[in-house]
């Protein structure tokens, strides 16, 4: 895999790990991690797509895995800065490193909130402010596909699990904003910074899209999305059940969606949050086809 280095704003810099097709006309997608989640976690991902014909990049979120610096080593960030300060900069290296291309973005969790949030901006900016020579330097997105991605608005859960959902959230949050950041367990595995948690919990208090310090309306802007949006759900997920992905496809009438409730029926084996990856031989071919062709996985 290569290996490019991307730098962000106050030192941060990330690796991006690069599986490329010969052809330079094959489409690009981008993998975009969960919290707490290393890049490398979806390498057998990564390799079903690009064994399927596609262009794959990998990279980790700010303060996972390869990105400097760590945690607890920079001040603390939230949404914002994931969506309008870094991703903006992964991407403008994923286009110099495939030139011309429009890739896609592949976001599991977290990721695929990003994913969203990011193309929805991206592609209000680009309709109301192109240029002569195509898209806008945050514009050029092809079409994005989640998976595991769902609001996590307490009432999206089910009837049963509401208090369950208000109470850990909001104790997360709580946590995190007392701490500065969150130090994993309960919902979580690993370490995250107090920001993003505490984002997290006003999204799952409000359902709304608020992330702190920014000036966009992304609620709006994701009612605008027009791109085409392939959501997946797992039905052993308990962290993005369907009732909260169907929440949050619900807040893009305007995306050109295509919905996959994977059960056993699909042949996949491993159905939960997490464990997925280990049938990326029966998602990755799936996924593939229809960034290609969007042909609608069964």
């Known amino acids: 895999m290569e290996a490019l280095r991307v730098d962000s704003v106050g030192a941060v810099s990330f690796?991006?790990?690069?599986?490329?097709q010969d052809d330079p006309g094959a489409p690009v997608v981008l993998i975009l991690p969960a919290?707490?989640?290393?890049?490398?976690?979806?390498?057998?991902?990564a390799r079903a797509l690009h064994a399927a014909g596609l262009s794959v990049v990998t990279t980790d979120l700010r303060a996972q895995g390869e990105s400097t610096p760590g945690l607890h080593e920079q001040p603390t960030f939230g949404y914002r800065e994931l969506?309008?300060?870094d991703l903006p900069r992964v991407l403008a290296a994923v286009r110099t490193?495939?030139?011309?291309?429009?890739?896609?973005?592949?976001?599991h969790s977290l990721g695929g909130q990003i994913a969203l949030l990011h193309t929805a901006a991206a592609t209000a900016e680009q309709r109301h402010a192109p240029t002569a020579d195509g898209p806008t330097a945050d514009g050029g997105i092809a079409g994005v596909c989640v998976i595991g991605t769902g609001t996590v608005y307490w009432k999206a859960f089910g009837f049963r699990r509401w208090a369950e959902a208000l109470?850990?959230?909001q104790t997360i949050g709580l946590v995190a904003r007392v701490r500065g950041y969150w130090p994993g367990g309960m919902l979580i595995g690993g370490a995250m910074p107090g920001r993003v948690m505490t984002d997290?919990?006003?999204?799952?208090?409000?359902s709304r899209y608020r992330p702190a310090g920014t000036t966009r309306d992304y609620d709006r802007l994701l009612a605008e999305l027009d791109l085409p949006v392939l959501a997946i759900s797992l039905d052993d997920d308990r962290l993005g059940p369907k009732s909260n992905v169907d929440f949050l496809c619900g807040r893009?009438?305007?995306?050109?969606?295509?919905?996959?409730?994977?059960?056993?029926?699909?042949?996949?084996?491993?159905r939960d949050h997490f464990?997925?990856?280990?049938?990326?031989?029966?998602?990755?071919?799936a996924v593939a086809a229809w960034i290609r062709d969007r042909r609608r996985p069964q």
């Open 35 to 45: 919290m707490a989640l290393k890049a490398k976690f979806y390498l057998p991902i």
């Open 275 to 285: 464990a997925w990856t280990k049938d990326a031989a029966v998602i990755g071919p």
């Open 97 to 107: 490193r495939f030139p011309g291309s429009r890739p896609y973005l592949f976001g």
């Open 252 to 270: 893009m009438p305007r995306a050109r969606l295509d919905r996959w409730h994977i059960t056993a029926s699909a042949g996949v084996a491993h």
């Open 15 to 20: 690796v991006l790990r690069v599986l490329a």
């Open 200 to 206: 997290w919990a006003r999204h799952s208090r409000t």
């Open 83 to 85: 969506i309008e300060v």
């Open 167 to 169: 109470l850990k959230i």
